[in-house]
């Protein structure tokens, strides 16, 4: 089943009629139709043994004066009328407690499409002057030369999201409110006769009803209309007050009138795109009465664009198009193209102003269909690093991308740049001093953020000493058990925490008090002929956390790293053994409101390791 597209202009400021139908069923009975599973002489009108006909549940069922009911059709085969559903037995719905029919697959209320079919029989599927009946997700249809429903000068009645089809005499539907509704294969007077239609598709193409497709009392707002060459009007007023607006209609050659304003009494008429009555006598605006309002409408290829037998009270930015607004008539899209002096014309400014980052930014167009647009981000380049030279790719071409790096292991903390470049391609890492280096790579468009998330570890090797903290950080941050708490590569820092840097993460220092049970050779070991080429060094690890467990499991992570750390060698430096002295928990209160504190599990360990030995 085809339906109209919800209406997202910011315009069309209105409650859901589906809302308004749940608003009144508090306190609502259901009952469930199944054509193709049900029995009406075994079944109980339950979701677990439904009747078969709807005509069976109006029947049986005792009617709820205190809520209303809900007579569910499931989809899959439909309920094949024989005559027009009847009311005699059931009683007269009223809004305290109204009748809804509404389609299901398996459960109330999924979205399944029950069917409604008049077997081409000539008669209407009901006819009821009663408030309060309404249809949700049905398909109604093959009523021959009969209206499809007949609720007449009833405002308290809804249709929503269903499917009329396949009327060839009279009113097709008259009902309060018709709302994300599929009109198609309709001849006859009138499409719809409502107080108030929304969203809705008529898509005639086959054939125009002959009259008048729209005719509303109160409000036309957010409707396709799709109309061949003959003499159908598109949207008319029926009463004083009402508001036609954001709505889309083309007519193949037409000698009828897109959107006519009958009714004498200040109708408001905005914001709508209007195409082809281009027989002859055709109008794409027709204002017979007196519209209060009349602004921002758009005509295409009309005998005449607008015609106003008296002039409206405010008239403004009324536009003739020197071009198709429309992506495909002829194909039922309304869709505004973008063609200079079509579409593009129509098209309203976008809000949230400026509103980036991938997500959607609406536009207030004229006509029914808005267009959106993916804001999508520039491209975020890719950084590798092989030895002095770093690799830039998939850049946003034109933009300025520098290379940031940071050296934790060096005790510096700050990101500062290493060197940039247009586009993609390499940067010379050549002037950094000896050390291992975390990098990033920002670009001008992208915004990427210098952020360890998003780095790449590398390291310069030199003519020193390979550094003890420098192969701890490699160790502990490129660790897979570490990695998957706080990400890779690891957020290990030695000191502090950089400013502003997110949680959890892991801060190490070099302690100069002895540990509880370290070797009294702890520091630079020495015997009588001089340095005896290894070191003891007592380390405390702190693992930061906004959740104290998330800082226990990563001090366990830590300990689980370390205590394999045996005879290995590590960026360069040889780490005989790795022991724990000690374990500490603690809490950093908060600084202010703002702040949540931060839960802090140490760990502190004696590293012996090799070192050089001095030569004179």
């Not at 308004?20 to 079944?43: C, E, H, K, R, W």
């Not at 027009?84 to 809004?95: D, E, H, K, N």
């Not at 104290?548 to 960026?571: M, N």
Request: net charge negative; glycine share 12%.
């Amino acid at each position: 089943m085809k339906r109209g597209l919800k209406n997202l202009s910011p315009c069309s400021i209105r409650v859901s009629s589906v809302a308004l139908i749940l608003l009144l069923l508090m306190a609502i009975v259901d009952y469930f139709v199944s054509p193709a599973n049900g029995s009406d002489s075994t079944g109980s009108g339950t979701l677990a043994a439904p009747w078969k006909s709807t005509q069976h549940a109006l029947n049986t069922i005792a009617r709820n004066a205190g809520g209303g009911d809900r007579i569910n059709v499931q989809s899959g085969a439909d309920d094949v009328l024989s005559a027009t559903l009847s009311l005699a037995t059931y009683g007269t719905p009223s809004t305290s407690a109204p009748l809804v029919f509404r389609g299901y697959t398996s459960a109330q209320g999924d979205g399944g499409v029950g069917g409604l079919s008049g077997n081409s029989g000539g008669f209407p599927i009901l006819s009821s002057s009663a408030n309060g009946v309404s249809f949700v997700d049905v398909h109604l249809h093959h009523c021959g030369a009969s209206p499809i429903l007949a609720i007449a000068g009833v405002m308290l009645s809804v249709c929503a999201d269903c499917e009329f089809d396949h009327s060839t005499s009279g009113v097709a539907v008259s009902i309060g409110t018709a709302e994300n509704c599929y009109f198609h294969d309709l001849t006859g007077s009138e499409a719809l006769v409502c107080f108030l239609a929304y969203d809705s598709l008529f898509d005639l193409r086959s054939g125009c009803p002959g009259s008048i497709v729209v005719q509303a009392r109160v409000a036309a707002v957010g409707n396709r209309l799709v109309m061949p060459a003959d003499s159908c009007w598109g949207i008319s007023a029926l009463a004083g007050g009402c508001l036609i607006r954001d709505n889309s209609i083309y007519s193949a050659g037409g000698s009828g009138y897109g959107v006519d304003d009958n009714a004498d009494n200040y109708c408001s008429i905005v914001d709508n795109v209007v195409q082809g009555f281009s027989g002859a006598g055709g109008v794409n605006f027709h204002y017979y009465g007196t519209p209060s309002v009349s602004a921002g409408n758009f005509a295409f290829n009309g005998a005449t664009n607008f015609y106003a037998a008296t002039p409206p009270v405010y008239q403004g930015a009324d536009t003739v198009l020197t071009a198709s607004p429309f992506n495909s008539p002829s194909t039922a899209d309304l869709s505004l193209n973008d063609a200079a002096g079509g579409g593009a014309l129509c098209r309203g400014s976008s809000y949230p102003p400026g509103f980036q980052g991938g997500s959607r930014t609406q536009y207030g167009d004229s006509g029914a269909l808005e267009h959106q647009e993916l804001s999508a981000p520039p491209a975020t380049p890719t950084l590798s690093v092989s030895g002095t030279t770093a690799t830039i790719a998939g850049s946003t071409a034109g933009s300025t991308n520098t290379i940031e790096v940071l050296s934790p292991a060096l005790g510096t903390l700050a990101w500062t740049s290493a060197g940039s470049r247009t586009g993609d391609g390499t940067v010379d890492l050549s002037a950094l001093a000896a050390g291992t280096y975390l990098a990033v790579c920002q670009s001008t468009l992208a915004g990427l953020p210098a952020d360890v998330s998003n780095a790449w570890e590398f390291v310069i090797a030199g003519s020193g000493s390979p550094s003890v903290r420098a192969a701890l950080y490699s160790y502990l941050s490129s660790d897979a058990g570490i990695q998957a708490l706080i990400g890779s590569p690891a957020a290990v820092f030695p000191l502090k925490l950089p400013q502003n840097h997110t949680r959890p993460a892991i801060v190490y220092r070099r302690l100069s008090a002895r540990g509880h049970q370290a070797p009294e050779e702890l520091g630079h070991v020495h015997d009588l002929s001089g340095s005896a080429g290894y070191a003891l060094a007592l380390f405390r690890f702190d693992c930061l956390a906004d959740k104290y467990s998330t800082a226990d499991a990563l001090a366990e992570a830590v300990r689980q790293a370390l205590d394999g750390l045996d005879q290995a060698t590590v960026a360069g430096v040889r780490i005989h053994a790795a022991l724990i002295d000690d374990e500490l928990d603690d809490f950093d209160e908060p600084i202010d409101g703002g702040d949540t504190g931060v839960f802090v599990v140490s760990t502190v360990y004696w590293i012996q390791y090799a070192e050089s030995v001095p030569t004179l």
